[in-house]
C-alpha cells in the first residue's frame, strides 16, 4: 500500500502498547537479546557512522542513493571472484572488480528461491511473514499484499525518488505491482509469461547451438498455444508510473525477449543521468533477468574464453557487461561516492536448467535450504565509503537490505513497528568491515517450514516432521565445513539445547505476531 | 641411483633405436602427437623462453634456483585464495600473498595419495610406471627404485646443489633414502613413525582441547609398544649425506615431533643463506609435515581469526608463516629473482581426520580420482620472472615438476630416454601464463588400475571392471562441471570415441616400455 508516515502520538501510543520505545521497530527475539547485551557498543558505533553519513550529506546536500541489483540463480562459486569465472568458462571480469574496488561477501544467505528472496529484499521480512511463501506460478493471484511495507514506500517517505527494473515476480495483479507499491515508475516484465519464453528462447537458439543441448518444453509452439493451455493472458514487459497504473509496452515475443536486458539497461542509464543532480536522491531496485534464459542477445554468445553455446554463460557475460555499465555511468556522473551498490543473487544455481544453469561449489542448489541454496554472492560497493579490496565473512541476510536502507535514507524510525521485521541494520558492517556484522543467526524457510537455523558457527537442519529436537535433524560446524560434508551429530550434541532455545524465542515472536494469511485460490479466472 | 651421465654415442643410438632425436626424452604418446602438431609454434616460444632465461643467466652468473615445497594433505578450497581461509576459520595470507605476487593455478593435478605425488614430483613418471603405486605403510620394503632417475640425480647434473628436507615417504630402506637417490644432504623423516606419532600427538594435545575432537588410535601407548606391535623399528629424524649415509639425529618422542617442522625450516632458512652466493645453484625440496598432525607447536594454536582448537588451523597457520620466512629469506638474500619457487599439495584432504582435517569445494577427497582428490592448490613465484596476480586454468601435473626443472636448469637433453617420462616442459606456462600451457590431457591412476582420464574440458571416469567402454563410465564437462555433479552420458556421447583412441595411445606406449616391477613382499623381517 502507499506507506501511511504514523502520526506521532499514535506511533507513541502504539510502541507503548508494544512495550517498546517510540517509533522502535520489531526485530526477531534474539537480536532483541543481542541488542541489549551490545548496546553500549553499538550505539557509540552506530553514533560515529551517523557522523560519517552527515558528513556526506553535507558535502553532496541529500541523502545517499541506492542501487540495489538483484541477479538470478548466480551460485556462490559463479563468479571469477569466488574462484569461478575462467575456470568455468565465463569470465567476470567486471563483477570481480566491482568486489575488488568494494566488498565482497562470502555469507550473504538469500531465501532458497525467487519470490520469496524478492519479498525478503522488499519487506525486510521471512517471505512465510507476509503469507507468499514459495515461488508464484504463472496465473497465481496472490502476492505481496497491500498491508505489507515495502523498502520503496519507506524510502519514498525520506523524499527518495523510486524505481524499479525487471523481473518483479511478487505477484501478477495490479495491487501487487510496483507502481503500486512504493515505486514512482517501473519498467518490469511479470512472471506469467516465462515457460513461454523459455520455450521459445530454445527454438529461437537451438538452430545456433551445437552440440544438442537445447531444451525442449511443453509450449513449443505459439504465445495464443500457450495461453490456451495455461489459461491465462500472458504479458511482456509493463511500465507502470505511480498513480498513473500501468501499460503494456512490449508484448512477449521472439523480437522483444532478447532486448528486455538490453533495454533495461539503457534505462538505467538514463534514469541515473536524468536523476544525478536533482534535489532527491534515487532508489534503484533492478532484478535483472541474468541468468534465466530469456535475454542473451547473440553478440554475448561466443565471446572469446567464454563456454561456447553455454546460453548461461552469454547471460552471465552480458549481466557482467551491465553491471559495468551502470557502475561507469554512476562515475560518469560524479555520483559514485553519493551511491551505495549492493548486487546479490536471489537463490542458488537452478540446476533444473543444466548444462545451462549457474553452479555453486556448495552442497545443494535452487529450492534447498542447504548452502547451494541459499548462500549466495553479494557485493558491496560505494567508493570513499566502503574500503576496496575486502572480503566479509560476516552474516549478511537479504532481509538486511530493507533496514539497512533505512538506516542510510536516515528513515530508521519509519521501519513499522507493527510486525515483525528480520532484516538488521548493517550499516556497520558496510563502513567498517568484518567483525562489525549485526547478525549471529539466520532462520531458513522452506516454504512455511522452519528447515534450518543458523547459530554463529552452526547450522542445524530440521528434517520435515520434526521439531527441531533429536533424532531427524543433522548439525554442521559450517566454518569448517561450509560444503555439508559431516553432519554426524556426534561430536555437535552440545549445540541442540541453545538451538533449540534459539527456535522457542524464534516461535514466540511469532505467536506476539502471527504470519499475514492471504485468501486461498490459486488461479485467475 | 647415482646417475650415469649418458655417453654421447650411446644416448644418439638409444634414441636411433627408439625412432627418435638425440637425448629426445619419451614422452607419454598423446605428446608426441600434440608436439608433431604445434612443432613451429612451439619451437619459436621455446626460443624466446631461452633467451630469457640466458639474460638471467648472464645477471646472476648461475642458473636459477629451484625451491619445490609439497604441502600434505592441503585441498582445493583450503586456502584464501581459493575462497577458503578466513571462511573456514583459518586465515592464509602469506600463501595468498604469495599467490598475489606469481602465479595460482586452478587446475594442478597430483595423484590422489601421498606416496605417488611425492615418486611423480622425483621421477617425472606416473607412480604406477616405477612400480610403487600406492600409500607405503609401516615396514613396508618397496620404494623409490634404484633405477629411477630423480630430478635430484638430474639437477646434480646440471651442477646444482641438493638438499631434501622433510616427510620421504618414498621408502624407509637406506637404497631409498634421499643421499642416495640424487641429494647431497637430506635432513627427512621416515614414515614409518606416522601413526605412533598421530596417536601420541593426540595425548600431547588432548588435555587443551575443549570440545572431544581428539583422536583415538590402536596406539595410545608407548614408542615401545608401537613397535612390537607393528614389528618394525621406528625412526625419527635423519640427517642424510651423499656418500655418507645417514645416521638418526632426532628419535621420534613427545618431545621432538612438536620441532619437526619448525627445525626444518630453520635448516632451509640456513641452507638458503649458506648457498645464497655461491657459485653453484641449489634445489631444494622440502615434504612440509604439514598438516597431517605431527607438528604444530603450541604457539600456532589459538590465534586470533583461527578455528580454536582445531589442529589442521594451526598446522595451516603455522605452514603459512613458515613458507613466508622462506620467501623472506630468498628476498634477504637478494636472490629472489633467481629463485623459482613451486609450492603444490600433495592430495585433497583426508577427511578420516575430520574435524582435523583439510577441506576442499570439489567431490571426493584423498585416495579418490574425483577433483577432491586430485586438483590441488598450486602456486609459482618468480618476482621478475612471473608476472603477478595471474589466476592459471591450464593444466598442471606434479610430473610437469619433474621435467620443467629439466629445462629451466638447462639439462632438457638429460632427460632419461628409455622410458616413459610423463611430466612435460611446462616453462611456457610459467612465464607466459594462461593458454601457454602444454598439457591437454591426464591419466588419473588409482593404484595400478587406470581411474579416469582428463581430455581438454571432459573427464572420463572408468569404473572398476571396465575398460574405458560403455557402460560403466561417467564423463563430465569438467569445464562447466568442476564439482563433477552431472556425470551422465546423455549428451556426452560424442566424447566416447575420443577418450577410447586416448587411452588406446597410452597403453601402446606402455607395451612399449613396460612398467617397472618391484620384488614382491610386503614387510621389513
Known amino acids: 500500500m502507499l506507506f501511511q508516515r504514523p502520526q506521532p502520538g499514535a506511533a507513541v501510543l502504539s510502541a507503548l502498547l508494544l512495550g517498546g520505545v517510540a517509533h522502535a521497530y520489531q526485530p526477531d527475539q534474539p537480536f532483541v537479546e543481542a541488542q541489549k547485551k551490545h548496546a553500549q557498543q553499538w550505539a557509540q558505533e552506530d553514533a560515529a557512522l551517523d557522523e560519517r553519513l552527515a558528513e556526506l550529506e553535507q558535502k553532496y546536500g541529500k541523502r545517499p542513493n541506492i542501487v540495489y541489483i538483484l541477479a538470478d540463480d548466480i551460485g556462490w562459486g559463479e563468479l571469477g571472484s569466488y574462484s569461478g569465472g575462467i575456470l568455468r568458462g565465463t569470465p567476470t571480469p567486471n563483477l570481480d572488480a566491482m568486489a575488488q574496488q568494494g566488498m565482497k561477501f562470502m555469507s550473504h544467505y538469500s531465501e532458497p528461491s525467487c519470490t520469496p528472496t524478492r519479498l525478503a529484499l522488499l519487506t525486510g521480512r521471512y517471505p512465510v511473514r507476509t503469507g507468499v511463501d514459495v515461488v508464484l506460478w504463472p496465473g497465481q493471484q496472490q502476492g505481496l499484499a497491500d498491508g505489507e511495507v515495502t523498502v520503496a514506500e519507506m524510502l519514498a517517505q525520506a523524499g527518495y525518488k523510486t524505481a524499479m527494473f525487471g523481473k518483479w515476480h511478487v505477484g501478477e495483479l495490479e495491487e501487487h505491482a510496483p507502481e503500486n507499491q512504493g515505486f514512482d515508475y517501473a519498467y518490469y516484465g511479470l512472471y506469467n509469461g ?25 509450449f513449443p509452439g505459439t504465445l495464443e498455444d500457450y495461453q490456451e493451455k495455461y489459461g491465462i493472458e500472458v504479458h511482456g514487459h509493463f511500465e507502470g508510473i505511480k498513480g498513473k497504473g500501468r501499460r503494456e509496452v512490449e508484448p512477449l515475443g521472439a523480437t522483444s525477449m532478447p532486448t528486455m536486458e538490453s533495454g533495461n539497461i539503457e534505462r538505467i542509464k538514463n534514469y541515473i543521468r536524468d536523476n544525478a543532480q536533482a534535489e532527491q536522491p534515487f532508489f534503484i531496485y533492478w532484478a535483472s533477468y541474468a541468468q534465466q534464459m530469456a535475454a542473451s542477445p547473440k553478440a554475448f554468445r561466443g565471446r572469446p574464453g567464454y563456454d561456447v553455446p553455454n546460453l548461461q554463460s552469454a547471460e552471465l557475460a552480458q549481466h557482467d557487461d551491465y553491471v559495468q555499465e551502470l557502475l561507469d555511468t554512476l562515475r560518469e556522473q560524479g555520483i559514485a561516492e553519493n551511491t551505495l551498490v549492493v548486487w546479490v543473487s536471489d537463490n542458488g544455481p537452478m540446476y533444473a536448467f543444466w548444462p545451462n544453469s549457474g553452479y555453486s561449489w556448495l552442497r545443494g542448489g535452487k529450492g534447498e535450504v542447504y548452502e547451494g541454496g541459499v548462500r549466495t554472492p553479494g557485493i558491496a560497493w560505494w567508493p570513499g565509503m566502503i574500503e576496496p579490496g ?9 532481509t538486511d537490505l530493507f533496514t539497512t536502507a533505512a538506516r542510510i535514507a536516515g528513515v530508521r ?10 532484516g538488521l541494520d548493517q550499516t556497520a558492517l558496510l563502513l567498517n568491515g568484518n567483525g562489525h556484522g549485526r547478525r549471529n543467526y539466520i532462520f531458513h524457510y522452506s516454504g512455511n517450514r522452519l528447515a534450518a537455523v543458523r547459530m554463529d558457527n552452526m547450522k542445524l537442519h530440521i528434517k520435515p516432521g520434526s521439531q527441531g ?14 560444503g555439508e560434508k559431516f553432519g554426524s551429530m556426534y561430536y555437535q550434541l552440545s549445540y541442540v539445547v541453545p538451538f533449540q532455545r534459539l527456535i522457542g524465542k524464534h516461535r514466540r515472536a511469532i505467536e506476539k505476531f502471527p504470519h499475514r494469511k492471504l485468501p486461498t485460490g490459486t488461479f485467475v479466472e
Do not use: C, H
Not at 515457460?195 to 537445447?214: C, H, L, Q, R, V
Not at 529436537?469 to 566454518?479: A, D, F, H, K, Q
Open 413 to 422: 524510525d519509519e521501519i513499522p513497528s507493527d510486525r515483525v521485521v528480520d
Open 194 to 218: 516465462k515457460p513461454y519464453s523459455w520455450a521459445n528462447m530454445d527454438a529461437f537458439y537451438k538452430a545456433e547451438t551445437i552440440d544438442g543441448n537445447g531444451f525442449e518444453y511443453d
Open 390 to 398: 575486502q572480503t566479509v565473512i560476516d552474516l549478511l541476510s537479504t
Open 469 to 482: 529436537g533429536l533424532p531427524n535433524m543433522e548439525v554442521y560446524n559450517i566454518t569448517r565445513d561450509p
